[in-house]
């Protein structure tokens, strides 16, 4: 686990650093609130953060209020270290939204069990958020949480003016499998066509379950060419063996409709979504484990 320690004493920052260290934490030891916020506020940041009160630039009582009011997607857990031990001292940094207080010159040995109280915290938010955001059997994005990266990815899309491209895959005959083997059986085929879409796919880009048996892509930065490499990609990976489940080997295949939305060009959620699936009924109709591309 990372934590951050920002304090502009030398001595306590480097005794705090290798207490961490020594507990098995990874550290990111600064000296001032501005290098803080630049740290807490970019991509990977800490989850759990030691902030002295008093620093040059940003206190930690600003720094805790700018966490606080930042809107980040995941939670910051704050222990504050002042010298200060009157009451109103600490009811002023709690109201700021600090966790925790521990008093300086701090016992090694209280701060560990409080940082450890806090991990507590940051591990069950993890959890409490992978829950909320992930579907339950397959382990992949949710409708919610899908929507929402498509809905981030089209508001990029127009501040940077880059293509993105919107797939809708759906098993062919998956109600078949359903009443001839059991939903057992459906259940692990959808697992693992999930498990094979997701490996074809790029770093940067979502894999969620729009509905069923319905599956939805989101290909930030991509215009047609790429759209339909990928889709094809993920078509030969479903088809191209068949699934092993406790009712024997089935085989599955995958109708696919791609969206694209050209750099430039504008278009709401909703129509995009609309025309993915139209083109993913073309592919239906078309005789299915096949890719279509929309107008």
């Known amino acids: 686990m990372k934590i951050l320690i920002a304090d502009d004493d030398p001595m306590s920052l480097l005794y705090l650093q290798d207490a961490l260290q020594d507990w098995g934490y990874e550290v990111v ?64 940094a709690m109201t700021a939204g600090a966790d925790d207080f521990v008093s300086k010159p701090f016992h090694v040995e209280e701060l560990e069990v409080r940082v450890r109280a806090g991990k507590r915290i940051c591990e069950l938010e993890q959890q409490l958020r992978l829950r909320a955001s992930h579907d339950a059997l397959t382990g992949i994005y949710n409708r919610g949480a899908i929507i929402d990266l498509l809905q981030k990815a089209l508001a990029r899309q127009r501040r940077e003016r880059a293509g993105i491209a919107l797939v809708f895959a759906d098993l062919d005959h998956f109600k078949r499998i359903n009443d001839e083997y059991g939903h057992l059986a459906g259940d692990a085929v959808l697992c693992e066509v999930s498990r094979r879409m997701a490996r074809m796919l790029r770093p940067y880009d979502s894999l969620g379950r729009y509905g069923g048996e319905e599956l939805m892509v989101v290909l930030p930065a991509c215009g047609d060419d790429g ?41 709401t959620l909703n129509q995009l979504i609309q025309c993915a699936d139209q083109a993913l009924y073309a592919a239906k109709n078309g005789g299915r484990n096949r890719v279509v591309l929309a107008p």
């Open 29 to 92: 030891a600064v000296p001032d609130g501005r290098s803080a916020q630049a740290i807490l506020s970019g991509a990977d940041a800490p989850m759990l953060a030691i902030l002295d009160w008093m620093m040059p630039g940003m206190d930690g009582i600003d720094l805790c209020r700018m966490i606080r009011g930042n809107g980040n997607d995941s939670y910051t857990y704050v222990i504050m270290l002042t010298s200060r031990t009157e009451t109103a001292f600490i009811v002023e």
């Open 227 to 267: 759209a339909l490499e990928v889709a094809e990609r993920i078509r030969k990976a479903v088809c191209g063996a068949p699934v092993a489940t406790d009712f024997g080997a089935l085989p599955v295949s995958v109708s696919i409709g791609v969206a694209v939305l050209a750099p430039g060009a504008d278009a």
